[in-house]
Protein backbone atom coordinates (compact mmCIF):
# COMPACT_ATOMS: atom_id res chain seq x y z
CA UNK A 1 0.00 0.00 0.00
CA UNK A 2 1.05 3.54 -0.85
CA UNK A 3 0.55 6.34 1.33
CA UNK A 4 -0.04 9.61 -0.12
CA UNK A 5 0.26 11.12 3.37
CA UNK A 6 2.14 9.94 6.33
CA UNK A 7 -0.09 7.88 8.71
CA UNK A 8 -0.07 8.55 12.87
CA UNK A 9 2.84 7.23 14.32
CA UNK A 10 5.25 6.35 11.44
CA UNK A 11 8.24 7.61 12.68
CA UNK A 12 7.51 5.04 15.67
CA UNK A 13 7.79 2.25 13.46
CA UNK A 14 10.78 0.21 13.11
CA UNK A 15 12.23 -0.05 9.19
CA UNK A 16 10.84 -3.79 9.78
CA UNK A 17 7.29 -2.40 10.56
CA UNK A 18 7.36 0.32 8.27
CA UNK A 19 7.91 -2.75 5.59
CA UNK A 20 4.97 -4.32 6.72
CA UNK A 21 2.52 -1.29 7.35
CA UNK A 22 3.13 -0.66 3.66
CA UNK A 23 1.75 -4.42 2.76
CA UNK A 24 -1.60 -3.88 4.68
CA UNK A 25 -4.74 -4.17 2.77
CA UNK A 26 -8.34 -3.68 3.86
CA UNK A 27 -9.27 -7.25 3.54
CA UNK A 28 -7.21 -8.46 5.84
CA UNK A 29 -6.95 -5.77 8.51
CA UNK A 30 -8.89 -7.92 11.37
CA UNK A 31 -6.07 -10.26 10.87
CA UNK A 32 -3.48 -8.07 10.76
CA UNK A 33 -5.11 -6.65 14.12
CA UNK A 34 -5.40 -10.33 15.44
CA UNK A 35 -1.96 -11.02 15.37
CA UNK A 36 -0.56 -7.89 16.71
CA UNK A 37 -3.19 -8.50 20.05
CA UNK A 38 -1.65 -12.39 19.94
CA UNK A 39 1.95 -11.09 19.57
CA UNK A 40 1.64 -8.43 22.00
CA UNK A 41 3.08 -5.91 19.45
CA UNK A 42 1.89 -2.71 21.24
CA UNK A 43 3.74 -0.23 18.74
CA UNK A 44 1.96 -2.12 15.45
CA UNK A 45 -1.69 -2.45 17.08
CA UNK A 46 -1.40 1.70 18.50
CA UNK A 47 -0.57 1.98 14.98
CA UNK A 48 -3.59 0.04 13.45
CA UNK A 49 -6.21 1.61 15.64
CA UNK A 50 -4.60 5.22 15.53
CA UNK A 51 -5.25 4.92 11.37
CA UNK A 52 -8.21 3.51 11.52
CA UNK A 53 -10.20 5.52 9.38
CA UNK A 54 -7.69 5.17 6.83
CA UNK A 55 -7.67 1.72 7.06
CA UNK A 56 -11.13 1.33 7.18
CA UNK A 57 -11.38 0.16 10.77
CA UNK A 58 -14.93 -0.66 12.17
CA UNK A 59 -16.39 -1.11 15.98
CA UNK A 60 -16.92 -4.23 14.93
CA UNK A 61 -12.59 -4.88 14.18
CA UNK A 62 -12.31 -3.10 17.75
CA UNK A 63 -14.82 -5.19 19.82
CA UNK A 64 -12.84 -8.51 17.86
CA UNK A 65 -9.52 -6.88 18.87
CA UNK A 66 -10.51 -6.23 22.26
CA UNK A 67 -12.03 -10.11 23.23
CA UNK A 68 -9.17 -11.18 21.30
CA UNK A 69 -6.85 -9.34 23.88
CA UNK A 70 -8.81 -10.70 26.95
CA UNK A 71 -8.52 -14.36 25.93
CA UNK A 72 -4.57 -13.98 25.37
CA UNK A 73 -4.59 -12.63 28.44
CA UNK A 74 -2.74 -9.67 27.36
CA UNK A 75 -3.17 -6.57 29.24
CA UNK A 76 -0.94 -4.61 27.64
CA UNK A 77 -2.96 -4.64 24.27
CA UNK A 78 -5.77 -4.47 25.53
CA UNK A 79 -5.30 -1.26 27.61
CA UNK A 80 -3.75 0.01 24.58
CA UNK A 81 -6.73 -0.96 22.29
CA UNK A 82 -9.35 0.79 24.77
CA UNK A 83 -6.88 4.14 25.01
CA UNK A 84 -6.24 4.16 21.59
CA UNK A 85 -9.86 3.33 20.48
CA UNK A 86 -11.25 6.14 22.68
CA UNK A 87 -9.01 9.01 21.31
CA UNK A 88 -10.03 7.58 17.90
CA UNK A 89 -13.80 8.39 18.46
CA UNK A 90 -14.76 4.35 18.54
CA UNK A 91 -17.15 3.25 21.53
CA UNK A 92 -18.31 6.40 22.42
CA UNK A 93 -21.95 5.91 22.86
CA UNK A 94 -22.73 3.92 26.20
CA UNK A 95 -25.85 2.08 25.70
CA UNK A 96 -23.16 -0.03 22.99
CA UNK A 97 -20.32 1.10 25.40
CA UNK A 98 -21.78 -1.05 27.94
CA UNK A 99 -22.89 -3.84 25.45
CA UNK A 100 -19.56 -4.69 24.92
CA UNK A 101 -18.46 -3.58 28.68
CA UNK A 102 -20.29 -6.97 29.19
CA UNK A 103 -18.60 -9.14 26.57
CA UNK A 104 -15.59 -8.59 27.85
CA UNK A 105 -16.42 -8.64 31.44
CA UNK A 106 -17.48 -12.32 30.73
CA UNK A 107 -14.67 -13.00 28.69
CA UNK A 108 -12.22 -11.92 32.07
CA UNK A 109 -14.49 -13.94 33.83
CA UNK A 110 -14.84 -17.34 32.01
CA UNK A 111 -10.79 -17.19 32.02
CA UNK A 112 -11.02 -15.88 35.43
CA UNK A 113 -8.64 -12.98 34.92
CA UNK A 114 -9.05 -10.35 37.01
CA UNK A 115 -6.79 -7.87 36.23
CA UNK A 116 -8.38 -7.84 32.76
CA UNK A 117 -11.66 -7.12 34.73
CA UNK A 118 -10.53 -4.51 36.54
CA UNK A 119 -9.34 -2.77 33.26
CA UNK A 120 -12.82 -3.09 31.39
CA UNK A 121 -14.63 -1.77 34.90
CA UNK A 122 -12.37 1.07 35.34
CA UNK A 123 -12.54 2.19 31.54
CA UNK A 124 -16.60 1.59 31.55
CA UNK A 125 -16.90 3.55 34.92
CA UNK A 126 -19.31 6.68 35.12
CA UNK A 127 -18.95 9.34 37.08
CA UNK A 128 -22.36 8.86 38.67
CA UNK A 129 -22.44 5.66 41.25
CA UNK A 130 -26.50 5.13 40.88
CA UNK A 131 -26.97 1.51 40.62
CA UNK A 132 -28.38 0.66 37.16
CA UNK A 133 -29.53 -2.44 35.23
CA UNK A 134 -25.39 -2.72 33.66
CA UNK A 135 -24.87 -3.53 37.33
CA UNK A 136 -27.37 -6.37 37.32
CA UNK A 137 -26.30 -8.03 34.74
CA UNK A 138 -22.64 -7.49 35.88
CA UNK A 139 -24.04 -9.80 39.01
CA UNK A 140 -25.44 -12.45 36.36
CA UNK A 141 -22.10 -13.25 35.17
CA UNK A 142 -20.36 -13.08 37.83
CA UNK A 143 -22.32 -15.47 39.57
CA UNK A 144 -23.17 -18.04 36.58
CA UNK A 145 -19.18 -18.30 36.25
CA UNK A 146 -19.11 -18.20 39.88
CA UNK A 147 -16.34 -15.43 39.77
CA UNK A 148 -15.69 -14.81 43.66
CA UNK A 149 -12.53 -11.92 42.99
CA UNK A 150 -15.47 -9.32 41.31
CA UNK A 151 -17.96 -10.22 43.84
CA UNK A 152 -15.73 -9.37 46.63
CA UNK A 153 -14.62 -6.39 44.96
CA UNK A 154 -18.56 -5.02 44.89
CA UNK A 155 -19.34 -6.12 48.61
CA UNK A 156 -16.04 -4.18 49.09
CA UNK A 157 -17.29 -1.14 47.27
CA UNK A 158 -17.86 2.27 49.32
CA UNK A 159 -21.46 2.75 49.87
CA UNK A 160 -22.73 -0.19 48.90
CA UNK A 161 -26.32 -1.51 50.22
CA UNK A 162 -24.89 -4.89 50.70
CA UNK A 163 -28.45 -6.40 51.60
CA UNK A 164 -29.38 -5.46 47.99
CA UNK A 165 -26.39 -6.47 46.35
CA UNK A 166 -26.53 -10.17 48.49
CA UNK A 167 -29.98 -10.09 47.15
CA UNK A 168 -29.18 -9.92 43.85
CA UNK A 169 -26.32 -12.13 43.98
CA UNK A 170 -28.91 -14.85 45.53
CA UNK A 171 -31.41 -13.86 42.84
CA UNK A 172 -29.13 -14.47 40.17
CA UNK A 173 -28.09 -18.10 40.98
CA UNK A 174 -32.01 -19.20 42.36
CA UNK A 175 -32.36 -20.04 38.51
CA UNK A 176 -29.09 -22.06 38.31
CA UNK A 177 -27.35 -25.05 40.29
CA UNK A 178 -26.98 -25.86 43.68
CA UNK A 179 -23.20 -24.66 43.45
CA UNK A 180 -24.32 -21.47 41.99
CA UNK A 181 -26.86 -21.36 45.39
CA UNK A 182 -23.61 -22.23 47.75
CA UNK A 183 -21.60 -19.69 45.63
CA UNK A 184 -24.04 -16.89 46.44
CA UNK A 185 -24.55 -17.87 49.84
CA UNK A 186 -21.14 -17.11 50.91
CA UNK A 187 -21.71 -13.17 51.15
CA UNK A 188 -25.38 -13.70 52.87
CA UNK A 189 -25.30 -10.25 55.40
CA UNK A 190 -27.36 -9.41 58.51
CA UNK A 191 -30.11 -6.96 57.04
CA UNK A 192 -33.86 -6.74 56.33
CA UNK A 193 -33.49 -7.14 52.59
CA UNK A 194 -30.99 -10.06 52.81
CA UNK A 195 -33.31 -11.84 55.10
CA UNK A 196 -36.37 -11.34 52.43
CA UNK A 197 -34.10 -12.59 49.53
CA UNK A 198 -33.41 -15.96 51.88
CA UNK A 199 -37.21 -16.02 52.63
CA UNK A 200 -38.39 -15.65 48.92
CA UNK A 201 -35.60 -18.52 47.89
CA UNK A 202 -37.16 -20.41 50.63
CA UNK A 203 -40.51 -20.37 49.32
CA UNK A 204 -39.05 -21.14 46.09
CA UNK A 205 -37.21 -24.20 47.32
CA UNK A 206 -40.35 -25.64 49.14
CA UNK A 207 -42.57 -25.03 46.05
CA UNK A 208 -40.02 -26.96 43.94
CA UNK A 209 -39.60 -29.64 46.49
CA UNK A 210 -35.48 -29.02 47.42
CA UNK A 211 -34.70 -30.18 50.74
CA UNK A 212 -30.97 -29.74 50.07
CA UNK A 213 -32.08 -26.03 48.71
CA UNK A 214 -34.46 -25.60 52.21
CA UNK A 215 -31.38 -26.81 54.26
CA UNK A 216 -28.68 -24.76 52.74
CA UNK A 217 -31.78 -21.29 52.99
CA UNK A 218 -32.61 -22.66 56.84
CA UNK A 219 -28.54 -22.95 57.46
CA UNK A 220 -27.77 -19.24 56.51
CA UNK A 221 -30.95 -17.66 58.69
CA UNK A 222 -34.10 -17.94 56.59
CA UNK A 223 -36.93 -17.80 58.83
CA UNK A 224 -39.05 -21.05 58.23
CA UNK A 225 -42.16 -19.21 59.85
CA UNK A 226 -42.26 -15.79 58.18
CA UNK A 227 -45.23 -14.57 56.70
CA UNK A 228 -47.59 -17.20 58.76
CA UNK A 229 -46.25 -19.99 57.23
CA UNK A 230 -45.19 -19.08 53.64
CA UNK A 231 -42.95 -21.95 53.30
CA UNK A 232 -45.63 -24.71 54.42
CA UNK A 233 -47.82 -23.17 52.49
CA UNK A 234 -45.66 -23.43 48.85
CA UNK A 235 -45.05 -27.29 49.65
CA UNK A 236 -48.86 -27.56 50.21
CA UNK A 237 -50.52 -25.66 47.53
CA UNK A 238 -47.39 -27.62 45.37
CA UNK A 239 -48.35 -30.93 46.51
CA UNK A 240 -44.80 -31.61 48.16
CA UNK A 241 -46.21 -33.12 51.19
CA UNK A 242 -42.71 -35.09 51.88
CA UNK A 243 -41.15 -31.17 51.54
CA UNK A 244 -44.25 -30.43 54.07
CA UNK A 245 -43.17 -33.25 56.22
CA UNK A 246 -39.42 -31.81 56.27
CA UNK A 247 -40.37 -28.40 57.35
CA UNK A 248 -42.47 -29.38 60.06
CA UNK A 249 -39.46 -31.30 61.34
CA UNK A 250 -37.30 -28.34 60.71
CA UNK A 251 -39.16 -26.30 63.31
CA UNK A 252 -42.48 -25.07 61.53
CA UNK A 253 -44.58 -24.22 63.70
CA UNK A 254 -47.98 -25.17 62.49
CA UNK A 255 -50.14 -24.44 65.61
CA UNK A 256 -49.61 -21.10 65.18
CA UNK A 257 -50.55 -20.43 61.84
CA UNK A 258 -52.21 -23.78 60.30
CA UNK A 259 -55.61 -22.45 60.62
CA UNK A 260 -54.61 -19.68 58.58
CA UNK A 261 -53.67 -21.76 55.75
CA UNK A 262 -56.37 -24.16 55.78
CA UNK A 263 -58.86 -21.12 55.38
CA UNK A 264 -56.57 -20.43 52.81
CA UNK A 265 -56.63 -23.42 51.10
CA UNK A 266 -60.47 -23.16 51.06
CA UNK A 267 -60.97 -20.10 50.10
CA UNK A 268 -58.46 -21.17 46.68
CA UNK A 269 -60.28 -24.52 46.18
CA UNK A 270 -62.92 -26.00 49.01
CA UNK A 271 -62.86 -29.63 47.43
CA UNK A 272 -59.07 -29.70 47.48
CA UNK A 273 -57.92 -33.13 49.32
CA UNK A 274 -55.09 -31.19 50.81
CA UNK A 275 -57.06 -29.58 52.70
CA UNK A 276 -58.10 -32.64 54.96
CA UNK A 277 -54.70 -33.46 55.15
CA UNK A 278 -53.63 -29.94 56.16
CA UNK A 279 -56.57 -30.12 58.61
CA UNK A 280 -55.29 -32.91 60.60
CA UNK A 281 -51.50 -31.73 60.55
CA UNK A 282 -52.58 -28.91 62.23
CA UNK A 283 -54.84 -30.47 65.07
CA UNK A 284 -51.57 -32.82 65.58
CA UNK A 285 -49.47 -29.83 65.57
CA UNK A 286 -52.18 -28.08 68.26
CA UNK A 287 -51.34 -31.15 70.55
CA UNK A 288 -48.00 -31.62 70.41
CA UNK A 289 -47.64 -27.72 71.33
CA UNK A 290 -49.80 -28.08 74.29
CA UNK A 291 -48.08 -31.35 75.54
CA UNK A 292 -44.26 -29.56 75.10
CA UNK A 293 -46.01 -26.73 76.83
CA UNK A 294 -46.99 -28.70 79.90
CA UNK A 295 -44.20 -30.27 80.02
CA UNK A 296 -41.91 -27.32 80.42
CA UNK A 297 -44.29 -26.52 83.32
CA UNK A 298 -43.78 -29.65 84.90
CA UNK A 299 -40.60 -28.88 85.80
CA UNK A 300 -38.36 -25.82 87.55
CA UNK A 301 -35.90 -24.89 90.01
CA UNK A 302 -37.10 -24.50 93.37
CA UNK A 303 -33.19 -23.61 93.99
CA UNK A 304 -30.06 -24.16 92.68
CA UNK A 305 -30.13 -27.55 94.33
CA UNK A 306 -33.58 -28.16 94.23
CA UNK A 307 -35.60 -29.30 91.21
CA UNK A 308 -39.01 -29.24 91.07
CA UNK A 309 -41.92 -31.72 89.61
CA UNK A 310 -45.11 -31.01 89.31
CA UNK A 311 -48.16 -33.60 88.09
CA UNK A 312 -51.81 -32.67 88.23
CA UNK A 313 -53.87 -34.99 89.83
CA UNK A 314 -57.47 -36.65 88.23
CA UNK A 315 -59.26 -34.55 91.23
CA UNK A 316 -57.95 -31.27 89.79
CA UNK A 317 -55.43 -30.86 92.63
CA UNK A 318 -51.41 -31.15 92.22
CA UNK A 319 -48.63 -33.62 93.03
CA UNK A 320 -45.66 -31.88 93.61
CA UNK A 321 -41.98 -34.12 94.02
CA UNK A 322 -38.73 -32.05 95.23
CA UNK A 323 -35.10 -33.37 94.72
CA UNK A 324 -33.07 -31.64 97.22
CA UNK A 325 -29.32 -32.39 96.14
CA UNK A 326 -28.05 -30.42 98.52
CA UNK A 327 -29.77 -32.30 101.46
CA UNK A 328 -29.97 -35.61 99.10
CA UNK A 329 -33.95 -35.78 100.23
CA UNK A 330 -37.22 -35.89 98.46
CA UNK A 331 -39.76 -34.09 99.59
CA UNK A 332 -43.36 -35.07 98.51
CA UNK A 333 -46.54 -32.49 98.79
CA UNK A 334 -50.19 -33.12 97.50
CA UNK A 335 -52.61 -30.05 97.37
CA UNK A 336 -56.06 -31.15 96.69
CA UNK A 337 -58.89 -29.02 96.37
CA UNK A 338 -62.83 -29.15 97.64
CA UNK A 339 -65.76 -26.91 97.89
CA UNK A 340 -64.79 -26.48 101.19
CA UNK A 341 -61.09 -25.86 101.51
CA UNK A 342 -57.44 -26.73 100.40
CA UNK A 343 -56.25 -29.94 101.98
CA UNK A 344 -52.33 -30.65 101.77
CA UNK A 345 -50.16 -33.81 102.68
CA UNK A 346 -46.16 -33.79 103.09
CA UNK A 347 -43.90 -36.38 103.08
CA UNK A 348 -39.83 -36.36 103.28
CA UNK A 349 -37.86 -39.40 102.15
CA UNK A 350 -33.83 -39.70 102.39
CA UNK A 351 -32.39 -40.52 98.57
CA UNK A 352 -30.72 -43.71 100.32
CA UNK A 353 -34.20 -44.68 101.35
CA UNK A 354 -35.80 -44.45 97.21
CA UNK A 355 -35.66 -47.81 95.45
CA UNK A 356 -36.20 -46.24 92.35
CA UNK A 357 -32.61 -45.04 91.64
CA UNK A 358 -33.32 -44.08 88.21
CA UNK A 359 -36.43 -41.20 89.07
CA UNK A 360 -33.31 -40.07 91.39
CA UNK A 361 -30.40 -39.89 87.82
CA UNK A 362 -33.18 -38.38 86.11
CA UNK A 363 -34.44 -35.39 88.54
CA UNK A 364 -30.17 -35.07 88.70
CA UNK A 365 -29.84 -34.37 85.00
CA UNK A 366 -33.23 -32.16 84.67
CA UNK A 367 -31.84 -30.14 87.25
CA UNK A 368 -28.40 -29.70 85.37
CA UNK A 369 -30.27 -28.93 82.14
CA UNK A 370 -32.08 -26.24 83.41
CA UNK A 371 -28.96 -24.59 85.06
CA UNK A 372 -28.89 -25.92 88.43
CA UNK A 373 -26.10 -26.61 90.97
CA UNK A 374 -23.89 -29.24 88.99
CA UNK A 375 -21.71 -29.42 92.15
CA UNK A 376 -24.56 -30.38 94.29
CA UNK A 377 -25.75 -33.28 92.32
CA UNK A 378 -21.94 -34.78 91.54
CA UNK A 379 -21.70 -34.65 95.27
CA UNK A 380 -24.64 -36.52 95.55
CA UNK A 381 -23.61 -38.57 93.72
CA UNK A 382 -21.34 -39.71 95.69
CA UNK A 383 -23.32 -40.05 98.68
CA UNK A 384 -21.99 -36.16 100.23
CA UNK A 385 -24.48 -33.94 101.49
CA UNK A 386 -23.74 -30.45 100.81
CA UNK A 387 -26.56 -29.03 103.47
CA UNK A 388 -24.29 -26.73 105.90
CA UNK A 389 -24.07 -28.45 109.04
CA UNK A 390 -25.04 -26.05 112.47
Known amino acids: ?18 AWARKLEKENISSHLEKCVSNNHATCLRFLIENGSRFRLG ?21 IILSAAGKEGYLKEWRSRESLALEMLEAAAEIKSKEA ?23 KIIVRLKFDPALRDMFDRDGVNKGSLFADALGAASGQSTEHIKFALQYVVDSHAAQKALSSALDRAAADGSKERVDLFLAKGAAIDHDNGEAL ?19 ADLAAY ?27 AVEQKEKRRLQEERFSLAGPETLAETLPLPSGGTLTLLFNFATRQQII ?8 KELSSFQVINFADIENHDAI ?3 AQKLI ?13 RGKSTFPKN
Open 258 to 284: GHLLVTRLREKNPQLPAIDYLDRLYQK
Open 117 to 139: WDVVQEWNARPDTAYRPYDWQII
Open 333 to 340: MVQEKSLS
Open 59 to 79: EEDIKMALLSAIRHQSINSLK
Open 369 to 381: ELGGDAKAVTASR
Open 1 to 18: MFFLRKPKGWDNLSEADK
Open 361 to 363: ERA
Open 233 to 251: WQAIYNSRFEMVDHLLSKG
